[in-house]
């Protein structure tokens, strides 16, 4: 992996989403040539996550194992690959909308980790007791295919981003079509909380998928449906 694409940015550039799309592919590379590689299948791999920096982001923190020079705060970024995305927008179609989850954390200081990865909505564990927050976590998974590049990501929403999670469902249901039907187009901004600023997504309708992508995004879909999803996990309140 380049510097340019480890750091996020070529030059003071954010660096192009294709570089590591099939898209991109070089030319003297056969399409269906993967020796070496056959016995990896997808229950063998991880599925990339969309970040959204936030202050306290690791990718943020030099010295952090995570760290992304030149991430700044607002900007969108893949969590495997360190590619850069700016603040959008990012096209997309989804190729699953995985219902909500709850998920609990071991305390930092106890080592961190996921201690249960699937709390029940209903357990006392996912309900507030007075002014005490939940002990875990709601989370909303949505399995993203970006375009033109068609890199498979996933968008794991939780906290203040249960609002945008709602708004992209509700533009699901509303087109009374497979998920995978619809576009959409995401960007950041800023937001203010009761602990200060922080950084949020926008999320708005961007049409129809054309033929192409309709078949694209159906293939991944069936691909996908059955799968268990193995995506990174983040505690705390990086975005509140």
Do not use: C
């Not at 600023?197 to 691909?223: C, M, V």
């Amino acid at each position: 992996m380049t510097n340019g694409r480890k750091n996020g940015r070529k030059n003071g550039a954010i660096a192009k989403r294709d570089e590591v799309s099939i898209m991109n592919r070089p030319t003297f590379i056969e399409a269906q040539d993967t020796r070496g590689a056959e016995h990896i299948g997808k229950d063998d791999i991880q599925m990339p996550r969309l970040g959204l920096t936030q202050a306290q982001s690791p990718q943020m923190l030099d010295g952090d194992p995570k760290f992304i020079d030149g991430l700044r705060v607002g900007e969108l970024f893949n969590n495997l690959t360190d590619i850069n995305y700016g603040k959008g927008p990012l096209v997309f179609s989804i190729v699953r909308a995985d219902p909500p989850r709850g998920i609990e954390f071991t305390p930092l200081e106890e080592g961190g980790g996921i201690k249960d990865f699937d709390v029940p909505l209903n357990d006392p564990r996912m309900q507030w007791d007075g002014d005490t927050k939940p002990i875990a976590t709601k989370f909303y998974d949505f399995v993203l295919m970006l375009w033109p590049t068609r890199e498979l990501i996933a968008l794991s929403l939780k906290s203040s981003g249960l609002k945008v999670a709602r708004q992209l469902n509700t533009y699901i249901k509303l087109r009374n079509a497979p998920v995978f039907a619809g576009k959409y187009e995401l960007t950041t901004t800023m937001a203010k909380g009761p602990a200060g600023q922080y950084a949020a997504y926008i999320i708005k309708n961007a049409g129809w998928a054309n033929e192409e992508e309709y078949q694209l995004t159906s293939q991944a879909y069936e691909s996908l449906k059955d799968k268990t999803i193995d995506i990174e996990r983040v505690p705390g309140e990086d975005d509140e």
